[in-house]
């Protein structure tokens, strides 16, 4: 990651022995998050009038670490709630699952990710037969149609 950092960063322009690239090396980015990172930063000194400064490389450096773990996150929970969809879809599958399926519908689409396909059955007992994204009215499970 030193050698990605140093070449795109002189390519910008910037001397790279001034700058402390073994710090910014320190943080677990891909070439391509580096080559925005630099670009990004860049575009900060231009926006100040100087040329390329550490400060801006650790600014950008930041907000792109702080991306990459929300997006981590976010990847996740997705993960999570399929998995939660997979439970509810095998549990309903199974013919004696109906305490295990009530059970998941209950923890709602905020807890679970609860998403019911065409034709599932909700709490209330009636069918879907719209796909959308939305909570199904009046339904207490709060689930939603998928």
């Known amino acids: 990651r030193a050698k990605v950092w140093s070449a795109l960063v002189e390519r910008a322009g910037a001397d790279p ?10 943080h677990a980015l891909n070439g ?4 925005n990172s ?8 231009r926006r100040d009038g100087v040329r390329l400064e550490q400060r801006h490389l650790e600014e950008t450096v930041a907000i792109t670490v702080d ?12 993960d999570q709630r399929r998995a939660a969809a997979s439970d509810l879809k095998s549990a309903g599958r199974s013919g004696g699952g109906d305490e295990e399926r009530e ?16 034709g599932e059955r909700h709490a209330r007992g009636t069918q879907s037969s719209v796909a959308r994204a ?3 009215p009046g339904c207490q ?6």
């Open 67 to 78: 991306f990459v773990r929300d997006a981590l996150r976010a990847e996740e929970a997705q």
């Open 103 to 118: 059970a998941l519908m209950a923890q709602g689409p905020g807890a679970s990710g609860v998403a019911l396909g065409r």
């Open 38 to 45: 630099v670009q990004l930063a860049l575009a900060l000194a």
């Open 134 to 136: 939305t909570p199904q």
């Open 32 to 35: 391509r998050q580096i080559k």
């Open 17 to 26: 022995g001034v700058l402390r690239i073994d710090a910014l090396a320190a």
């Open 141 to 146: 499970c709060q689930c939603i149609i998928a």
